[in-house]
């Protein structure tokens, strides 16, 4: 029972921290194509939808984050290659980590900063 309570502290004290500091968009935007140009009325869409996300330390020698995620919808006519509309939006956040070994920080940003 000793052993046990020795190790709860250090366990602790080594405990992985994620701190949210705050996010913005980046890009937010919309292009209504079809709209801008004089197009028959009876197209058929056809989407697509993009998703990524990726991370760069953003302070040099701080344990912060900056994750982005990027989404974008396109729209093009079936059985053709005009586009009919657009959308895409980026946001980005920071956050605070630490105590997160360095091979498992890029699981560990993917899954604990969209949770936030």
Do not use: Y
């Not at 919808?73 to 980005?92: I, N, P, Q």
């Not at 980590?97 to 890029?106: A, G, I, R, T, Y």
Request: charged share 25%; proline share 7%.
């Amino acid at each position: 029972m000793a052993e046990e309570e020795a190790t709860q502290p250090t366990q602790a004290a080594t405990a992985a921290k994620c701190a949210f500091l705050g996010q913005h968009p980046r890009l937010c935007r919309f292009e209504n194509i079809m709209a801008q140009k004089a197009r028959q009325r009876d197209v058929q869409p056809d989407g697509r939808f993009q998703q990524s996300i990726w991370m760069r330390k953003a302070v040099c020698g701080q344990p912060v984050w900056n994750p982005r995620s990027s989404s974008k919808v396109t729209s093009k006519a079936k059985g053709g290659d005009a586009t009919l509309f657009l959308l895409e939006s980026t946001r980005s956040g920071l956050f605070h980590v630490e105590n997160v070994p360095e091979d498992q920080m890029h699981p560990f940003l993917l899954i604990e900063c969209p949770r936030d």
